[in-house]
């Protein structure tokens, strides 16, 4: 079905032979959202421990000097004829690992990357407990974040975070900075709560924030009236109350948290498979209850997570991935065949009761993944999968807010953001004449959004390219003569190299590339200069095992990022996907034999 491929010649080597000018139209995105990410390739090159996604080398240098420019005068169709035949074998590689990749119960999961946030409070919990086999984890843990803690610097909420847990848990005296406007924003608030009381339980000075007494009676009016609040930030919030109390001496209230917090603890001893949510009990059960089965239960639960190099990752995301995946893949004959049938039986069996999807099995239902799994489940046949569209329809037209919007979680507080109303808006569009639920106002609040801002933004990756691929097929128009403005200034972001970066001023990466050719695909940009370039990036950058390294995009907990593998490859690979269309349209097959199209 594929193409063998040449031996690897640049395509800017072998088309530029009379080149396309092309101009850059930097778009304007928000004040923190343009700061770069640091392309740690410590990080990149460390242990996955377990990771089914390979990360391999760093992302080499961006910049003029890394790519020869276009010239102009070849026609579209000598580019194909250059270009197919590296896509289809580039495709091949990736469509070859992940159906390894793929796990027994057809779905597919990642260990995320290493950062400072997870490792900090996970070493920090151990390092409270009077047993020696905590003290060794948390030595390990300490040793790590020595040489290789380096915290996130693109919001100053996040760089404060990851500083100050750095500082904690190497026991260093500096203080806790909480100084920053930011930290009083509505959605980092209790943010700001955790990291202080951590720092009150801990003794240690921060600049900034309310006091010891405000903070207290600000967490007894929360957990007293606390709205209807994800399970695990219920956890985290009697967390932060229980490390408080302890601070004040009222050992009765701490002890009486503290057992709110071991109700809803999993027999294995974690809380909901998150490590910060989980490290956060430990340090609340020691303070009020170090003696009980519950904290015994935590630690060694913490014990038994930590990897070899150290370090502790964040929460893994099976349904999300899995459902991701297949929205990038479906449609390639051989992961039609090979990965699907098995992808769609997992999907099928991880739907909630209430018919919803969680982003990981066995937690509660989010709109943003409801959405993804019903996109991904478009045209699947079956008798259950058809039964679980009908109840995933149901579940969305349950979430609608009486805007006719939809938030992310089914908790109080939490704002309408631009990927999930389009992942919801598309979800339903995929399935016509099988619901009711208006969309005019989803549509209309995405298109205002753009006329406010210029832009979108993405409320879970970070970047233009994520932001305006997800959001540009919600809209429900046809795409005028030249694509989309989004699309548009999208290509005018495009470095020399013919990458595309998170955020003006950051490197290109193989997934804000992926994505952004995706977008452009979307957005009807048929510029063959934004293509070659594009594609060409990513032809360089894949490894011989069919992946790309990766940076951290994806927002969790906000603001910090996270880096899945499973993520990287499904957005640079869309990327190839969209170029494999694209050069379809340009130009007749450089090959004998049929290539398949997507």
């Given at each position: 079905m594929?193409c ?7 395509a ?5 032979r009379g080149?396309w ?7 304007t ?14 990080a990149?090159?460390s242990s996955r ?12 240098p961006s ?5 020869r ?5 070849i ?7 250059v ?7 580039a495709?091949a590689?990736?469509t ?5 990749a ?14 400072v ?7 920090l ?21 020595a040489?290789s ?7 100053p909420?996040a760089?404060?975070m990851e500083?100050?847990?750095?500082s904690?848990?190497?026991?260093t005296?500096a203080?806790?900075?909480m ?16 990291l ?9 000075v921060?600049i ?19 709205g ?25 209230g ?9 109700d ?7 809380f909901?498979g ?11 059960l020691?303070?009020?209850?170090p003696g009980?089965?519950?904290a015994?239960r ?5 014990r ?7 370090t502790?990752?964040?929460?893994t995301?099976?349904?999300?991935d899995t ?9 390639d004959a051989?992961?039609?065949r ?12 991880a739907q909630?009761?209430d ?14 993944t ?6 991904a489940?478009?045209?699947?046949d079956?008798?259950?999968r ?6 995933g ?23 309408p953001?631009?990927d ?5 808006v ?14 005019t106002a ?5 298109n ?12 879970w ?8 691929a ?5 809209l ?7 694509g ?6 999208l290509?005018?972001?495009r470095?020399?190299?013919g990458?595309w970066?998170a955020?003006?001023?950051g490197?290109?990466?193989p ?8 977008a452009?695909d979307?957005?009807?940009?048929l510029d063959?200069?934004?293509w ?8 360089a950058n894949?490894r011989?095992d069919g ?5 951290p ?6 603001p910090?990022?996270?880096?899945y593998?499973?993520?990287?490859h499904?957005?640079a690979?869309g990327?190839l996907?969209?170029g ?9 097959p450089?090959?004998?034999c ?5």
């Open positions: 594929f063998s491929a040449p031996e690897h010649v640049s800017m080597e072998t088309i530029s080149g000018p092309f101009a850059r139209e930097l778009s995105p928000s004040e923190y959202d343009r700061r770069p990410i640091r392309v740690n390739d410590r990149l090159r421990g377990g990771s089914l996604m390979s990360t391999g080398p760093g992302i080499p910049g003029p000097s890394s790519r420019s276009f010239s102009s005068g026609s579209e169709a000598r580019m194909s004829s270009l197919r035949p590296r896509v289809e074998h495709l590689q990736a070859r690992h992940v159906l390894a793929q796990r027994d119960d057809g779905s597919w999961l990642a260990v995320p990357a290493p950062r946030t997870e490792t900090a409070l996970c070493t919990a151990l390092g409270h407990s009077p047993l020696s086999a905590d003290g060794g984890a948390a030595a390990r843990g300490r040793a790590w974040l040489v803690g380096t915290p996130q610097d693109h919001h909420v760089h404060a500083t100050a847990l750095l904690l848990a190497l026991g005296s203080p806790v900075d100084s920053h406007p930011s930290f009083t924003d509505r959605a980092l608030s209790a943010r700001a709560r955790l202080q009381a951590v720092a009150l339980h801990t003794g240690r921060t900034g924030g309310p006091g010891p007494d405000v903070l207290r009676g600000n967490l007894s009016a929360a957990v007293s009236d606390p209807r609040l994800k399970r695990w930030t219920r956890v985290e919030l009697w967390a932060a109350q229980t490390l408080v109390e302890a601070s004040f001496g009222n050992h009765t701490a002890l009486r948290t503290a057992r709110l917090i071991a809803q603890q999993a027999p294995e001893g974690d909901f998150n490590p910060v949510t989980t490290a956060l009990a430990a340090l609340a020691q303070a009020a209850a009980t089965a519950a015994r935590c630690r060694a639960y913490l038994k997570r930590q990897l070899p190099d150290g502790w990752r964040f929460s995301s099976d349904v999300w459902a991701l995946t297949v929205r990038t893949f479906r449609g051989a992961f039609d090979h990965g699907l049938p098995a992808a769609v039986a997992f999907l099928v069996a909630n009761a018919g919803g999807w969680p982003y990981r099995s066995g937690l509660e239902s989010d709109n943003d409801t959405a993804s799994v019903l996109v489940l478009t045209g699947a079956g008798t259950s058809a039964t679980a569209v009908r109840a329809l149901r579940h969305l037209a349950g979430q609608q807010t009486a805007d006719g919007l939809w938030r992310t979680w089914q908790s109080a507080g939490d704002p953001v631009d999930v109303i389009a992942h919801v598309v979800a339903l569009d995929s399935h016509p004449g099988r619901h009711e639920v208006p969309l989803a549509r209309g609040w995405l205002d959004r753009f006329r406010e801002q210029g832009r979108w933004h993405g409320g990756y970070r970047g233009l390219p994520y932001a305006t997800e959001v540009l097929p919600a429900g128009t046809v795409v005028r003569a030249g989309h403005p989004a699309a548009r200034a290509a005018g972001a470095h020399p190299d990458g970066p955020e003006a001023g490197p290109s990466t997934a804000t590339t992926g994505l952004a050719l995706t452009l979307r957005g009807g940009v063959a200069a934004h070659a370039a594009g594609l060409d990036y990513l032809l894949q011989a992946t790309w390294p990766g940076v995009l994806m927002y969790g907990p906000r910090l990022l996270t880096q593998p499973t993520h990287t499904a957005f690979a990327g996907f969209a494999r269309r694209r050069l379809q349209a340009f130009g007749s450089a090959c004998a049929p290539c398949e199209g997507r």
